[in-house]
């Protein structure tokens, strides 16, 4: 009861964000101008400020484990190559970048850390799953992304340089490539920058979900409501399925495979609709997947690790 009580602790906040952004959106608060522009700001600003931030205090050296971080990776490229091959069963060619996305990418920097202090009182693993998978997730879709992006027709060389150019200048690419280099050459992160940093980054998660909210289109969501349920179910329970007993199987134990079911099996993250609306995408599938993913997660996670914490390896 605890766990179940924690995991709504936990996900349904993100569901009611969502919806108060959508009331605002009702009430005149919001309209499209302001959610687009909220959605830019987090795209270009807040989250590749929260992902600089998570790796520079990850202090990986401390809890460095190649063949863990080498694990996630390696896991999450294969649910990166099942997401695209799922994805041609969809005619909508520009939907097909959302359904990848959507698909394999967690919110494991934002519920992975908080789960792992919640059970552990440390988050350190989490920290291995972020160097391991959070990178590829972002290059997996600005690749997704730009390729079947609105107007553009198979690729070609002009499409490829266009794709090349948007991942050497995707904001959240060159967040994450400044924390690892902050990183590996341990320059020091004073109090005042430290506190700076954490402010601008606090911004990424309230106001990425309120602009999703307000940006939100029940209709439209009407009309793609399959692929949001086949990317839910890939998401929160066939990847999960797949990868967290093998994690199991290879030794994977305690903090650790806690971290892995996060990474797998939390929801899609709210950088998801972000990003499809900041790289030109409809993003209603996005949101549809990350509402769905959100208020679903916290009957499958507590499910996972209710099973795992009975075997006693967690």
Known sequence: MDDLIYCLNATVPIFLLMVLGAVFRRIGFFDQILADRLNSFVFKVSLPVMLFRDLVESNFF??????????????????????????????????????????????????GTAFLENIYGTAGAASLVIIGAVPLYNVA?????????????GLDRAALKRALKGIATNPILLGIVAGLVWTLLRIPFPPILQKTVSSVSATATPLGLMALGASFDWKKAAGCWRPAVTATVLKLVVFTALFLPAAAAMGVRDDKLVAVLAMLGSPTTVSCFVMSRGMGHEGTLSASTVMLTTFFSAFTLTLWLYLFRVMGMV
Request: glycine share 4%; charged share 10%; proline share 5%.
């Open 141 to 153: 879709a600005v690749i997704a992304l730009s390729l079947t992006s609105p107007g553009q027709n």
């Open 62 to 111: 401390a809890v460095w484990d190649l063949p863990f971080v080498l694990f996630c990776f390696l896991v999450s490229l294969l649910s990166i190559f099942i997401s695209a091959a799922i994805s041609k069963a969809i005619r909508n060619r520009p939907m097909r970048g959302e359904f990848v996305q959507a698909s394999y990418r967690s919110s494991i920097a934002l519920l």
